[in-house]
C-alpha cells in the first residue's frame, strides 16, 4: 500500500502532519473526514525521495552487516537504526510487503517504481542465489561511489558559481543604479567620450530599454529545448564533446558510470548479456545507449565481451586488453572494478585542475569587468575635473 506523508487540522483547530498508508489520496481524505480532520495537503512518499545517498549507503550497509551475520530479513530490517519519520515509514512499508510474502526487490520497486535498475538487479540476484547479504554490501558501495561523486563534483564549483553570482549581481548594480547617475553627469558637459564610456553607454542603453529580456528569453529556451527532449538529442552531446573541460570531464563521468555498475553486476554474478543491457539508459547519452545496446546482443550470440566492445567509442584498446585478460582468467568483474577505480582518479584530477585554473581566472575576469567599468566612468570625470565646458 502507497505511503503517504499529510498535513491536516484535527478536531481541535490544531495542524497536524506526519505519514500513513492509504490506498490513494481520496481513501486518506475519507480517513481524515473520518476522524473529523480537514485535509490540507497529501503526497505519496517514495524511497527517493526518503533518502538521499548517504543514507541509502547506510541503511544498505547496516542491512548487509546484519544479513552476513545470519540474522533474518525481518529481524534485520527492525534493528536499522533511521532517524525520521518518513524513513521509518519507508521502512515499515517494506516490512509489510515481506510479511506479506514478496522479496525485498518488490517491496522496493512498488515503493518507488523509478527506482535504479541496477540496484533492483543486484538484489534480485541476491535472493535468487541466497546472497542477500553480499548484495545488500555491493549496493551500499554503489552508493557511496555515487555520493562520493556527487559531493566531489558541487563541492569543486561551489566556489565558482559564488563568485560568478556575486559577478553578475555587482555588474547589475553598477549597470542599473550607479551608471546612469554618472551618464546623466556627463551629459551636461560638453565632452568626448572614450571608446569605453561610449561603449559602456550602449550597453547600458540596451539593457535598460528591454534587452534584459533576453536573459528570460533564454531561460525559456532552455526549459522548451528540455520539454522537447532536446538535451537527449546525439547532436547536443556532440555539441557539448567540443566544449572545452566540459566535454572530456562528463565524457569520463559517463564512462566511470558505466564500468562501475558493470563490475557491481557481475560481482553480483549477473549474465554478462543481460549486465550489459541493464546499462542501457544509465546515461543520457543515446550515443552510448546504441553502443551498449550492440554489444549486449553481440554477447547474446556468443561474442566475447572484449570482442564485442572492440571498435566501438567505449573503451579504449589497452583498456579492453585488460577486459581480456579477466575473461580468460574467469574473473571478468576484476577489470572492470580496476578501469572504475582509474576513472575515478581521473575525474578527481579534472576536477581539481578545474577548481586550481577556473577560480583565479575567475577573479581575474571580475577584476577586469569590474575594473573596466570604474576606468570607463572616471576617466570623464577626469576630464569634468580638469575644466571641460559646461552645457547649457
Known amino acids: 500500500?502507497?505511503?503517504?506523508?499529510?498535513?491536516?487540522?484535527?478536531?481541535?483547530?490544531?495542524?497536524?502532519?506526519?505519514?500513513?498508508?492509504?490506498?490513494?489520496?481520496?481513501?486518506?481524505?475519507?480517513?481524515?473526514?473520518?476522524?473529523?480532520?480537514?485535509?490540507?495537503?497529501?503526497?505519496?512518499?517514495?524511497?527517493?525521495?526518503?533518502?538521499?545517498?548517504?543514507?541509502?549507503?547506510?541503511?544498505?550497509?547496516?542491512?548487509?552487516?546484519?544479513?552476513?551475520?545470519?540474522?533474518?530479513?525481518?529481524?534485520?530490517?527492525?534493528?536499522?537504526?533511521?532517524?525520521?519519520?518518513?524513513?521509518?515509514?519507508?521502512?515499515?512499508?517494506?516490512?509489510?510487503?515481506?510479511?506479506?510474502?514478496?522479496?525485498?526487490?518488490?517491496?522496493?520497486?512498488?515503493?518507488?517504481?523509478?527506482?535504479?535498475?541496477?540496484?533492483?538487479?543486484?538484489?534480485?540476484?541476491?535472493?535468487?542465489?541466497?546472497?542477500?547479504?553480499?548484495?545488500?554490501?555491493?549496493?551500499?558501495?554503489?552508493?557511496?561511489?555515487?555520493?562520493?561523486i556527487r559531493s566531489?563534483?558541487?563541492?569543486?564549483?561551489?566556489?565558482?558559481?559564488?563568485?560568478?553570482?556575486?559577478?553578475?549581481?555587482?555588474?547589475?548594480?553598477?549597470?542599473?543604479?550607479?551608471?546612469?547617475?554618472?551618464?546623466?553627469?556627463?551629459?551636461?558637459?560638453?565632452?568626448?567620450?572614450?571608446?569605453?564610456?561610449?561603449?559602456?553607454?550602449?550597453?547600458?542603453?540596451?539593457?535598460?530599454?528591454?534587452?534584459?529580456?533576453?536573459?528570460?528569453?533564454?531561460?525559456?529556451l532552455v526549459l522548451f529545448g528540455r520539454h522537447r527532449g532536446w538535451h537527449r538529442r546525439p547532436w547536443f552531446f556532440q555539441v557539448i564533446d567540443r566544449i572545452p573541460f566540459l566535454g572530456p570531464f562528463l565524457r569520463t563521468l559517463r564512462i566511470l558510470n558505466v564500468t562501475q555498475s558493470l563490475a557491481n553486476l557481475l560481482t553480483a554474478q549477473v549474465r554478462i548479456h543481460e549486465a550489459v543491457h541493464l546499462l542501457v539508459g544509465l546515461t543520457p547519452d543515446p550515443r552510448l545507449d546504441r553502443e551498449l545496446s550492440q554489444v549486449a546482443e553481440r554477447v547474446l550470440k556468443g561474442d566475447a565481451l572484449s570482442a564485442a566492445m572492440r571498435g566501438r567509442n567505449l573503451l579504449p584498446e589497452r583498456e579492453l586488453r585488460l577486459v581480456r585478460i579477466g575473461e580468460e582468467t574467469g574473473r571478468l568483474a576484476d577489470p572492470f572494478h580496476f578501469l572504475a577505480e582509474q576513472y575515478q582518479n581521473r575525474l578527481w584530477r579534472s576536477l581539481d585542475r578545474f577548481t586550481s585554473l577556473f577560480e583565479p581566472l575567475l577573479i581575474v575576469f571580475l577584476s577586469l569587468v569590474i575594473g573596466g567599468i570604474l576606468i570607463a566612468l572616471y576617466v570623464p570625470l577626469f576630464d569634468i575635473l580638469s575644466g571641460a565646458t559646461f552645457r547649457h
Request: hydrophobic share 45%; aromatic share 8%.
Open 1 to 148: 500500500m502507497p505511503l503517504f506523508t499529510f498535513s491536516a487540522i484535527n478536531a481541535s483547530g490544531r495542524e497536524v502532519s506526519g505519514w500513513t498508508h492509504a490506498a490513494d489520496s481520496a481513501a486518506l481524505q475519507q480517513r481524515c473526514q473520518t476522524k473529523g480532520w480537514s485535509l490540507l495537503s497529501a503526497r505519496p512518499l517514495t524511497w527517493r525521495q526518503g533518502l538521499d545517498l548517504d543514507k541509502k549507503c547506510r541503511l544498505f550497509s547496516e542491512l548487509g552487516a546484519l544479513l552476513e551475520a545470519d540474522v533474518a530479513l525481518n529481524d534485520a530490517l527492525d534493528l536499522l537504526s533511521l532517524e525520521t519519520a518518513q524513513e521509518q515509514g519507508l521502512l515499515q512499508t517494506w516490512k509489510t510487503g515481506i510479511q506479506a510474502g514478496k522479496p525485498l526487490s518488490r517491496c522496493i520497486r512498488e515503493s518507488n517504481p523509478h527506482e535504479d535498475h541496477l540496484v533492483l538487479k543486484m538484489l534480485e540476484v541476491g535472493e535468487a542465489s541466497g546472497e542477500l547479504g553480499t548484495a545488500a554490501l555491493q549496493i551500499a558501495r554503489y552508493y557511496e561511489a555515487l555520493s562520493r
Open 152 to 220: 566531489k563534483v558541487v563541492t569543486a564549483l561551489m566556489y565558482p558559481c559564488l563568485v560568478l553570482v556575486v559577478t553578475i549581481a555587482a555588474v547589475a548594480v553598477l549597470t542599473l543604479y550607479v551608471i546612469p547617475m554618472f551618464l546623466t553627469l556627463f551629459a551636461r558637459y560638453l565632452l568626448e567620450l572614450p571608446l569605453a564610456t561610449r561603449i559602456l553607454t550602449a550597453t547600458t542603453d540596451f539593457f535598460g530599454s528591454g534587452g534584459w529580456l533576453i536573459l528570460p528569453a533564454s531561460a525559456a
